[in-house]
């Protein structure tokens, strides 16, 4: 899976002292108005023009003491400081103010991609989630809200598509960033965490397949082993995509396993579902259609192996492994020993021996499996079975 990498430019601490017309104000993200020729106004003038970058922090620093009861100073001042601090590279100090920023204005995007930014410069995922939660919760309000009165629906929906334009690249950005600091997460506590924030804030993200992911591998063998929340994770994704193959894979090779009753058919059933979406014999097949096709028809295999219909479950190993060949030698592996097992199952000891020759050539878990069978297919053929 390829980890995608976003970057956001540090924002500009050029002055924000224009008016914002009523319809904006009433907008779901909050927007910093310092109107013009006001006091306030005046003082961040006479501070835009200092250039030395200490005399205008102590500067930021007094406005926000001198105006503390208006609240977007307040808010415009930290979320300067915040940034001084950033160019600087105190790290802690920058987060912190940006946060005094974040309190005066809590739904606004530009200060939340700030703090974002600072949070993974700073390698800090638990903070940069946050921010991520938060901004997730601003985009997706963004034209959710309710038309004011005596705005005619021309104006509402003008205003609506300016400001996703507006937030687009700034939703991106922490879209981008929660991904990545999933990506880049070694702790499986930690990083499942991660996956459910970043799930509520961005439903309809554009990696939710590669996120669904991720979730399979942490819940999974070898990381949590969880399998109740597992099977939950899968559920809960598919009853939100019902065509996501990560998470049909999941549920398929999960319940194939399972020893509870009923667990087959479920298997049967998302296998079966998962081969339907990967369409993985059509000529515009991917390298991803086609391994999630040869995985489920593997895994369907298996399962009609384990419910002693060993006769069909043939064509679908077979299918299976002519398409995992060349793709990943580990799944390809696997249903190459399952089709030597269903061979052998049915005394075709030939083909059997045939196949397991191909699986003992790979170096994997399923390696020294398929040479214990060939051992056993080929003393049977010995014996002329």
């Not at 160019?87 to 987060?95: E, Y």
């Not at 995922?125 to 809200?145: D, P």
Request: charged share 25%; glycine share 8%.
């Amino acid at each position: 899976m390829k980890k995608r990498h976003a970057r956001w430019p540090r924002i500009s601490s050029t002055l924000l002292c224009c008016l914002f017309c009523a319809a904006f104000a009433r907008a779901q993200t909050d927007k910093i108005v310092i109107p013009a020729g006001t006091p306030e106004d005046h003082d961040l003038q006479a501070i835009s023009n200092e250039q030395d970058a200490a005399k205008k922090q102590a500067m930021y620093q007094d406005f926000v003491q001198k105006y503390s009861t208006n609240p977007a100073a307040v808010a415009y001042g930290n979320w300067q400081i915040s940034q001084a601090y950033q160019t600087s590279g105190d790290l802690n100090k920058a987060m912190d103010y940006g946060d005094k920023a974040l309190a005066g204005s809590p739904h606004n995007l530009d200060i939340l991609v700030s703090q974002a930014s600072i949070a993974e410069q700073a390698k800090d995922n638990a903070r940069l989630m946050t921010y991520v939660a938060k901004g997730g919760e601003v985009c997706n309000s963004i034209g959710k809200q309710k038309k004011p009165d005596g705005m005619s629906d021309d104006d509402f929906n003008r205003q609506i598509v300016e400001e996703k334009n507006g937030a687009k690249n700034g939703c991106d950005f922490l879209e981008s960033a929660g991904f990545n600091a999933i990506a880049g997460e070694n702790d499986p506590k930690s990083r499942m965490a991660e996956i459910e924030s970043f799930s509520a804030a961005f439903p309809d993200s554009k990696f939710s397949n590669d996120v669904a992911s991720y979730a399979m591998y942490t819940l999974g063998p070898g990381q949590l082993n969880d399998q109740a929340r597992l099977f939950a994770y899968g559920e809960k994704t598919l009853a939100a995509n019902p065509n996501s193959l990560p998470a049909l894979l999941l549920l398929a090779g999960s319940y194939v396993d399972d020893p509870k009753a009923g667990s087959l058919a479920k298997a049967i059933t998302y296998s079966q579902k998962a081969i339907a979406v990967a369409k993985a014999d059509a000529p515009d097949a991917d390298k991803a259609r086609r391994l999630s096709g040869g995985m489920a028809h593997s895994i369907l295999g298996y399962a009609y192996i384990k419910q002693d219909k060993t006769q069909a479950a043939i064509p679908e190993l077979k299918s299976g492994a002519a398409l995992l060949k060349g793709q990943d030698d580990q799944q390809y592996s696997i249903a190459l020993y399952r089709l030597g097992f269903a061979y052998a199952k049915l005394n075709r000891m030939n083909e059997a021996r045939e196949v397991l020759m191909e699986a003992v050539k790979i170096s994997g878990p399923v390696q020294a499996m398929s040479q214990d069978l060939l051992a056993k297919v080929n003393g049977a053929r010995a014996k002329g079975h």
